[in-house]
């Protein structure tokens, strides 16, 4: 099925529901099936076209000679971020889909089905866990044992940003910033060091449990 991940394929009926959670959770197929990457692809190849044309067009009005030159810079630019547009949607490998099957993979799919069932939040609304792993919604998973440290974050956004929660990851996968919850504007230390507590008190707890299997 186009509209979900390849990692449904040859999962039987029960295993299909148990990762139909975990992807309904982290929006794994809303965003890296091929249909949701070829959607993207389109729409953005789509934008470029129609708002370079429509620029060429607008200073093509002026009947000028700079004004066509202008017009055609600006038509090159849109028609080299189309290109850039198209060859980005032709890649297949997306790192928070990757790390998210390499941990079902290792761990098992019902391991990491039981965790989320169990989850509670544990960083705002939006970031749970059951104790062994962190599951933020619409963004990835990881385990908690492979958290080294939860920093803050600066992302820029235009000419504004916000500052995050953050945990550096390192597992099979890789190395991954892991952006939990924006930060809030006043508290943003109060706040930040009550998540980076429970963080390391989460990782503490899977420590131990680990110990005891």
Not at 82 to 97: C, H, N, T
Not at 133 to 156: G, H, P, Q, W
Not at 186 to 196: A, G, L, P, S, T
């Amino acid at each position: 099925m186009k509209d979900r991940v390849d990692f449904y394929n040859g999962l039987n009926d029960a295993e299909s529901r148990m990762y139909d959670s975990i992807d309904n959770f982290l929006g794994l197929s809303r965003r890296f099936s091929r249909k949701a990457v070829k959607d993207r692809t389109g729409r953005s190849v789509a934008m470029c076209s129609v708002l370079g044309m429509g620029i060429f067009v607008f200073c093509a009005i002026g009947g000028r000679k700079s004004d066509y030159i202008l017009g055609g810079i600006f038509l090159l630019m849109f028609a080299a971020a189309a290109v850039i547009a198209w060859w980005k949607g032709r890649k297949d490998y997306f790192p928070e889909l990757e790390r998210a099957n390499n941990i079902i993979r290792n761990d098992g799919l019902e391991a990491v089905y039981n965790d989320l069932m169990r989850a509670s939040p544990v960083v705002g609304k939006g970031t749970v866990s059951g104790g062994r792993y962190l599951f933020t919604a619409d963004k990835a998973m990881c385990r908690i044992e492979n958290v080294n440290r939860v920093y803050e974050r600066y992302v820029s956004r235009g000419k504004g940003g916000s500052y995050y929660a953050c945990a550096e990851v390192a597992d099979e996968t890789g190395i991954y910033q892991h952006n939990m919850v924006r930060l809030p504007m006043f508290r943003k230390d109060q706040q930040f060091e009550m998540i980076r507590q429970e963080i390391f008190r989460l990782k503490l707890s899977a420590s131990v449990k680990d110990k005891n299997i």
